[in-house]
């Protein structure tokens, strides 16, 4: 039995049956991508701001800079996070239905401050831990001055919706036989070796989570 969307906006209806709404599906696209859209208004009007994200439990959480306009006007206010992986471009026979393979998750709430210099601090280990498995151990401490000019913003996951996007073309049965190459264009990310710092001290080698870290 397919879970049920959550509320009446996260109710996909284009396409409704690409749309998924369990926790797995949901986390799994989350933790598969730590580039996530933060839509919301500003002075009447829409922004769009791309930012780093990651998911402890059933929340979501993004930070930036005391300063930052996202940070300081998003607190408290309805947004719109979202999160999109590529996964591969599908070439039909007509123009029209040409598509993109891929699995996105949107998640609408009241943005929620993180509050506290040790709260902050746990989070943003959290968040190191999760990218770079060892990191923050290893790393010049936080200062409380580094801790005030951070901001951190959460959403809880109660109002989350994923769409996936997979396979071959659709074209309909009378387009089949036209005579133009159809198909999938698979896209993958790929890591490059890691680039030490230029000023880096000699002797210091690669860590694991340089070596092993990957996304998609
Ligand atoms: C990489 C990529 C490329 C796409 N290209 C196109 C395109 O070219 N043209 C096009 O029409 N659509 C495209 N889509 C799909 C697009 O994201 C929307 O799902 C679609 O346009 C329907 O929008 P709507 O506002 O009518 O959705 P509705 O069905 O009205 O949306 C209702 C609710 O469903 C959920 N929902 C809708 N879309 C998504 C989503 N993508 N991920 C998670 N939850 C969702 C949300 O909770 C939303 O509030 C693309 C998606 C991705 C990820």
């Given at each position: 039995?397919?879970?049920?969307?959550?509320?009446?906006?996260?109710?996909?209806?284009?396409?409704?049956?690409?749309?998924?709404?369990?926790?797995d599906?949901?986390?799994?696209?989350?933790?598969?991508?730590?580039?996530?859209?933060?839509?919301?208004?500003?002075?009447?009007?829409?922004?769009?701001?791309?930012?780093?994200?990651?998911?402890?439990?059933?929340?979501?959480?993004?930070?930036?800079?005391?300063?930052?306009?996202?940070?300081?006007?998003?607190?408290?206010?309805?947004?719109?996070?979202?999160?999109?992986?590529?996964?591969?471009?599908?070439?039909?026979?007509?123009?029209?239905?040409?598509?993109?393979?891929?699995?996105?998750?949107?998640?609408?709430?009241?943005?929620?401050?993180?509050?506290?210099?040790?709260?902050?601090?746990?989070?943003?280990?959290?968040?190191m831990?999760?990218?770079?498995?060892?990191?923050?151990?290893?790393?010049?401490?936080?200062?409380?001055?580094?801790?005030?000019?951070?901001?951190?913003?959460?959403?809880?996951?109660?109002?989350?919706s994923?769409?996936?996007?997979?396979?071959p073309?659709?074209?309909?049965?009378?387009?089949?036989?036209?005579p133009?190459?159809?198909g999938?264009?698979?896209?993958?990310?790929?890591?490059?070796?890691?680039?030490?710092?230029?000023?880096?001290?000699?002797?210091?080698?690669?860590?694991?989570?340089?070596?092993?870290?990957?996304?998609?």
């Amino acid at each position: 039995m397919p879970h049920p969307p959550p509320s009446p906006r996260t109710r996909a209806r284009r396409l409704a049956y690409k749309a998924a709404y369990d926790r797995d599906t949901i986390h799994a696209i989350l933790d598969a991508m730590p580039v996530a859209h933060i839509g919301h208004i500003v002075d009447g009007f829409p922004v769009v701001t791309p930012t780093l994200q990651w998911r402890e439990g059933d929340r979501v959480y993004w930070h930036g800079s005391s300063a930052s306009r996202m940070q300081k006007r998003a607190a408290g206010e309805e947004v719109c996070l979202t999160v999109t992986l590529t996964d591969g471009m599908v070439l039909a026979r007509s123009g029209l239905e040409h598509s993109v393979n891929y699995r996105s998750v949107m998640v609408f709430g009241r943005a929620e401050l993180v509050e506290g210099a040790a709260a902050k601090e746990a989070h943003l280990r959290t968040m190191m831990e999760q990218l770079f498995p060892g990191r923050w151990e290893s790393l010049r401490p936080i200062t409380a001055q580094e801790l005030k000019a951070t901001r951190i913003l959460s959403l809880p996951l109660t109002e989350a919706s994923a769409k996936i996007g997979a396979g071959p073309p659709t074209d309909p049965p009378e387009d089949r036989a036209w005579p133009v190459w159809a198909g999938v264009l698979p896209i993958r990310l790929t890591m490059g070796p890691p680039e030490p710092a230029p000023d880096l001290a000699p002797g210091i080698p690669t860590p694991d989570h340089a070596r092993t870290y990957r996304i998609g």
